[in-house]
Nanobody, 122 residues
């Protein structure tokens, strides 16, 4: 059974940092592209950062360029999201997802985690 599980998340002050992780199982993690998708309150889900299967290529939403970094450890079947210089508008439910990116944020998502809440507030 394919599973992607995101423990972590939490509340952080503006300007702070947070690292999310996602544990994958039930599939050959190193063969698949992965993304973090965010859903802000009252809005639809949007791609935040994407990484290729080998970890050598990433694609970032303009809103997080220079602040968020996606990475992966294929030996540990784990995906990470390092979030820095957090802003209140980064508040969202963040999902770990599996999917192949075609172009831009046209991604064929096929598995989603349950999501982890990140709240940026003073």
């Amino acid at each position: 059974e394919v599973q992607v599980v995101e423990p972590g998340g939490g509340r952080v002050q503006p300007g702070g940092s947070l690292r999310l992780s996602c544990a994958a199982s039930g599939f050959t993690f190193s063969n698949y592209e992965m993304s973090w998708v965010g859903q802000a309150p009252g809005k639809g889900a949007e791609g935040v950062v994407h990484i290729n299967s080998g970890g050598g290529s990433t694609f970032d939403a303009d809103s997080v360029k220079g602040r968020f970094t996606i990475s992966r450890d294929n030996a540990k079947n784990t995906l990470y999201l390092q979030m820095s210089s957090l802003k209140p508008e980064d508040t969202a439910l963040y999902y770990c997802t599996r999917g192949r990116r075609r172009t831009g944020w046209d991604v064929e998502y096929d598995y989603w985690g349950q999501g982890t809440q990140v709240t940026v507030s003073s």
